[in-house]
């Protein structure tokens, strides 16, 4: 990975239970070239609130579908913290129905990135997101733009 030895190093927690996706996830991360990450893994919701008790990242990505305590029940908990008021949460799902995508958008959530298909389609899913200024602002898109396709 070429970097910029100026280069912010963007901290990314990725609450995520599958070791297939969390892999690919990592693989198509490590070969972006625009951003440099450290990607931390919650294997699960509680692991989730724990680590986030302990730092806070950059950017959560949060599967929805995990054991413990799902991601429906992380976002409620996270949003109504006000010290993660200016965490960005994208949820990163295989869901797709419309009450799913709708409940993140109504509870806060940043963005909703379904699954790809594919290592070069997951590249161009976080090339968009990481083209977003998160230390800037918070990104709350319109509905229309919530969900991210690769």
Known sequence: M???VN???T???M???DDDDYLIFSLAINDLTTVKVVLTRAE???ILMRLLDEKHPDLLFLDLLMPCKDGHQCIKEIRANKKFDSLPIIVYSSLSDLRTIEFCYRE???LYARKPSS???LKDVLEKIFAIDWKRMLYYPPMSQ???NG
Request: hydrophobic residues 40%.
């Open 2 to 4: 070429t970097t910029n």
């Open 7 to 9: 280069q912010e190093l």
């Open 11 to 13: 901290h990314v927690l």
């Open 15 to 17: 609450a995520e239970d």
């Open 44 to 46: 699960n919701g509680d």
């Open 108 to 110: 806060g959530t940043n």
């Open 119 to 121: 290592l070069a389609d």
């Open 146 to 148: 919530f969900v991210i």
